[in-house]
């Protein structure tokens, strides 16, 4: 079983791949995290949404969570645009459902779209073999 202390597996691609990291607080409530850990699951998470999230390109993505910060690692191809996919992922079905729904548990305006409430981190230090 993957924990914090013995890491996670990440999934590798035959093909070049770029990451994005993005952070969103919840209310400090651990009511409305139980809840918003419950909806995030296998057995929760709306089909519509995760068959959006793929419609768009996005290859893979993670939601780490430490008290009431998350922090989503999101894996798509190089020449994915971020702006277009969102724009796009806006537009399908049942996702301003989820997004007013998840409103409930974020420290973030109702109405807002997914790409306005999670806010990009910047990455200021890497180390790759070379």
Same mark, same amino acid.
């Given at each position: /079983?993957?924990?914090?202390? &013995?890491?996670?597996?990440?999934?590798?691609? +035959? %093909?070049?791949?770029?990451?994005?990291?993005?952070?969103?607080?919840?209310?400090?409530?651990? =009511? *409305?995290?139980? =809840?918003?850990?419950?909806?995030? +699951?296998?057995?929760? #998470?709306?089909?519509?949404?995760?068959?959006?999230?793929?419609?768009?390109?996005?290859?893979?993505?993670?939601?780490?969570?430490?008290?009431?910060?998350?922090? /989503?690692? %999101? =894996? &798509?191809? %190089?020449?994915?645009?971020?702006?277009?996919? /969102?724009?796009?992922?806006? &537009? *399908?079905?049942?996702?301003?459902?989820?997004?007013?729904? /998840? #409103?409930?548990?974020?420290?973030?305006?109702?109405?807002? +779209? +997914?790409?306005?409430?999670?806010?990009?981190? =910047?990455?200021?230090?890497?180390?790759?073999? &070379?």
């Amino acid at each position: /079983m993957e924990t914090p202390k &013995t890491g996670y597996q990440v999934q590798s691609y +035959s %093909v070049p791949v770029k990451r994005y990291c993005q952070t969103l607080d919840l209310r400090d409530s651990p =009511e *409305l995290i139980a =809840e918003y850990r419950k909806r995030h +699951s296998q057995a929760e #998470a709306w089909p519509e949404i995760l068959a959006g999230i793929r419609e768009v390109g996005i290859l893979e993505m993670e939601i780490y969570i430490l008290g009431t910060r998350l922090f /989503m690692i %999101v =894996e &798509t191809p %190089v020449d994915f645009d971020w702006d277009t996919a /969102m724009a796009r992922l806006n &537009t *399908l079905p049942r996702q301003q459902e989820w997004e007013e729904y /998840m #409103a409930i548990f974020q420290q973030a305006a109702p109405g807002m +779209s +997914s790409a306005e409430k999670w806010k990009p981190m =910047e990455r200021m230090f890497h180390l790759y073999n &070379t």
